[in-house]
């Protein structure tokens, strides 16, 4: 993959854990809205991932989760950015990250905002978000739950809240997977990466041993969420140097408010 300059100008490489998520299976299938795509481990067991539903419009059971956010919102793994395009439409300040390319193109062409970044990178507004969301599957990102809510309670503000989709059974699975779209003449591997799957308890027992406080979980669709709040207790990853100028970085994602505040001015 490439080296990317985001609009700040600094020119970053890409992310060990997560470049996987920008080979060929994953952009096809985003750009052709459909599948098939899978996560395969290394005993060959496949998860189907729903390219289909992630490239249509906000549902039923995402709304149930939008309905809930705070502040304005930060999409880890925004995907092709039916959800940061579903919170614009509402008057909400979002922001997506992805570490596809192809991903945040597709949510720039929705009229949503999208950077080309991983959650372990330096992000604009850390400390300031007022919810952060990881759905579709995305608590697993980096095979690390603790370190993905040690990060997520960085970027977000005191009190802030998380939004995370779970998988709908009782499971803690940390394995190592392949992008796989079910062509046997795909001349280069795809290289393994680091994923996790969470059930409600699992995340639950998790967050709570960090300091988190369990807002609300509810299920929709049969899709399953619960709802975090950062308490005073959380531990955090120091905060980059980059998030010195945060408010001047994030400031330049989004449309100014015909005051001339920053969108998280307040938050």
């Known amino acids: ?77 925004c995907g092709p950015g ?35 970044r991983s959650v372990f990178e330096p992000l604009p507004g850390e400390g300031r978000w007022g919810t952060v969301l990881l759905v579709d599957g995305n608590i697993g990102i980096g095979g690390d739950p603790r370190r993905l809510l ?21 499971i803690d699975e940390r394995v190592r997977v392949q992008l796989d779209d079910g062509r046997s003449d795909r001349a280069a591997p795809v290289a393994p990466f680091p994923w996790a799957r969470l059930g409600t308890p699992a995340l639950l027992r998790y967050a709570g041993l960090l300091g988190w406080l369990t807002v609300d979980q509810w299920e929709a669709d049969g899709r399953t969420f619960v709802s975090l709040r950062r308490g005073r207790s959380v531990l955090t990853t120091s905060q980059s140097a980059d998030s010195t100028n945060s408010a001047a970085v994030i400031s330049s994602q989004f449309p100014r408010n015909t005051s001339g505040e920053s969108p998280l001015a307040g938050s």
């Open 82 to 116: 039916r959800l940061v395009a579903a919170l614009a439409a509402r008057g909400h300040r979002a922001l997506g990250i992805d570490v596809s390319e192809a991903a945040v193109a597709r949510t720039l062409r929705l009229g949503g905002s999208a950077l080309h």
């Open 1 to 77: 993959m490439s080296q990317t300059v985001p609009r700040h100008g600094t020119v970053r490489p890409p992310h060990p854990d997560t470049t996987s998520w920008s080979t060929d299976p994953y952009a096809n299938a985003l750009r052709n809205g459909h599948g098939p795509l899978f996560l395969r481990r290394t005993d060959g067991w496949l998860l189907p991932l729903d390219v289909e539903r992630w490239c249509a419009g906000a549902d039923a059971a995402d709304l149930s989760a939008l309905h809930r956010c705070e502040g304005p919102v930060l999409d880890i793994g």
């Open 150 to 170: 040690h990060r997520t309670a960085a970027v977000l503000a005191p009190g802030g809240l998380l939004i995370a989709e779970t998988a709908p059974q009782d």
